[in-house]
Nanobody
Framework: QVQLVESGGGLVQPGGSLRLSCAAS????????MGWYRQAPGKQRELVAA???????NYADSVKGRFTISRDNAKNTVSLQMNSLKPEDTAVYYC?????????????WGQGTQVTVSS
């Protein structure tokens, strides 16, 4: 019931920054939670950051102070500003959404965007 498209991934040096963006196919105030997960090769997918309709945020301990999640309701997007990137941040990053509805609330996933942090 919602399609998510990520962009902004790429190759960056340690200490650098990237900004990821996720565009949703519906107005995001109808989405209870939007967030970012990541999955490195051979590892489980893990929560990076999430934001609810009222602006509450949640971050993984490993990214607190470095990453910031935000939303732009006018553009139906959620973004992840990633600063002070480390090699261990290398992963495929996935946009996630849970809808404000009882039937088929999700989760829904984007196709993923690769982030590589390397010298």
């Amino acid at each position: 019931q919602v399609q998510l498209v990520e962009s902004g991934g790429g190759l960056v040096q340690p200490g650098g920054s990237l900004r990821l963006s996720c565009a949703a196919s519906r107005i995001i105030f109808s989405i209870y939670t939007m967030g970012w997960y990541r999955q490195a090769p051979g590892k489980q997918r893990e929560l990076v950051a999430a934001i609810t309709t009222n602006g509450s945020t949640n971050y993984a301990d490993s990214v607190k102070g470095r990453f910031t999640i935000s939303r732009d309701n006018a553009k139906n997007t959620v973004s992840l500003q990633m600063n002070s990137l480390k090699p261990e941040d290398t992963a495929v990053y996935y946009c996630n959404a849970r809808l404000i509805q009882s039937i088929s609330p999700g989760p829904y996933w984007g196709q993923g965007t690769q982030v590589t942090v390397s010298s």
